[in-house]
């Protein structure tokens, strides 16, 4: 079988979930009230954070922002259940939550820019040149969020760099190719004008986080990943 014709198989198997969602995400009620609970979700974050949660380093504060952001209350969950200072015990399955929120943080933003700036404002036409362009800005983000942290910590580029390849490639991988392939699915003749467009992206971002999850776990898991320290060990 081609690779042409196994993406249209898929297509076809998930036809059901386009129909589905599509008329949610473009009803400007629904996406109204998305909206207003997004802005309740992080304006609880930033609360907590300047309240209680101070010893965080700005890096994880700005990361949960984003998170919360893309995601609304179930960024918010994440945060609450793995994020703290409060929390009693660590786990596999907070250190994997951590660790898929820092990737999400910085993947997310490569994602919103490159549909943003491919598919609304140059207005390209190929699926194949937004897709691959989003993928690009996507990986980027997403390693530099792992090298500029390491290379403030004095660590070289070339090894900053391989450590980025070798312990980011698998989980962004998996979080773009189901955001990615989401948002596609959904609203790939969407204009930046329409309300499709951007509920759609937001969608996706949520979808790949959630596949992304499984993986970050196996990767802490195994030790190819840290996790993220523990934020009980902040206080």
């Known amino acids: 079988m081609s690779r042409q014709g196994l993406l249209t198989q898929v297509e076809r198997a998930l ?8 008329p949610i995400l473009s009803d400007p009620l629904v996406m ?4 207003v609970v997004v802005a309740a979700s992080v304006g609880t974050l930033w609360w907590d954070l300047r309240q209680r949660n101070r010893a965080l380093p700005s890096l994880m504060k700005g990361v949960w922002t984003l998170v919360v952001l893309y ?4 960024g918010l969950a994440v945060y609450w259940y793995s994020g703290r200072t409060q929390i009693s015990t660590d786990s596999l399955w907070r250190r994997g939550f951590r660790s898929t929120a820092h990737c999400y943080s910085g993947c997310g933003a490569g994602e919103v820019l490159g549909f943003a700036l491919l598919a609304g404002l140059l207005a390209l036409e190929s699926t194949l ?20 942290p390491l290379m403030q910590e004095g660590v070289g580029f070339g090894e900053a760099m391989l450590d980025a390849l ?20 959904i609203a790939s003749e969407a204009h930046i004008s329409e309300l499709l467009f951007w509920g759609a992206l937001v969608f996706s971002l949520s979808v790949g986080f959630v596949f992304a999850f499984p993986v970050n776990a196996v990767l802490v898991g195994f030790g190819v990943k840290e996790g993220m320290k523990n ?4 206080e």
């Open 166 to 185: 070798y312990s980011e490639t698998p989980s962004i991988t998996v979080m773009e190719v189901t955001a990615i392939g989401t948002d596609l699915l």
């Open 231 to 234: 934020p009980a060990e902040m």
């Open 32 to 35: 109204g009230v998305w909206a």
């Open 15 to 22: 036809a059901p979930v386009r129909h589905a969602m599509k």
């Open 129 to 148: 040149v937004v897709a691959g362009g989003t993928f690009a800005l996507a990986y980027l983000f997403g390693y530099a969020l792992t090298v500029g």
């Open 71 to 74: 995601s609304g209350p179930f």
